[in-house]
């Protein structure tokens, strides 16, 4: 597997997704199956490393005063009923 630079998440992400549309839909020999396996495991721990880097930058921008990271899940849900709160207030 080629070497990944810099912030190349969604090309990491596509080609994981080639990956997995080829060994479901496709008849292929072992070996190129393993080949493609193995292609596939790199590619999902890049994309998982990413992840996780830009959740602690996410941390860091929602520090509190102090310094101290202020956790809070961001739940889409959450944020449509609010949404639709705030617009049924109005």
Not at 43 to 68: N, P, T, W, Y
Not at 75 to 83: F, I, K, L, M
């Amino acid at each position: 597997m080629a070497r990944l630079r810099g912030n190349e998440f969604e090309k990491a992400f596509e080609q994981l997704e080639s990956i997995v549309r080829r060994l479901e839909g496709e008849e292929l020999p072992l070996d190129e199956s393993l080949k493609l396996f193995e292609q596939g495991i790199g590619l999902s721990r890049f994309c998982h490393q990413k992840l996780e880097e830009v959740e602690k930058k996410i941390e860091l921008i929602l520090a509190d005063a102090k310094g101290q990271p202020r956790v809070e899940p961001f739940d889409a849900e959450d944020e449509e009923e609010t949404s639709r709160d705030d617009v049924a207030e109005t």
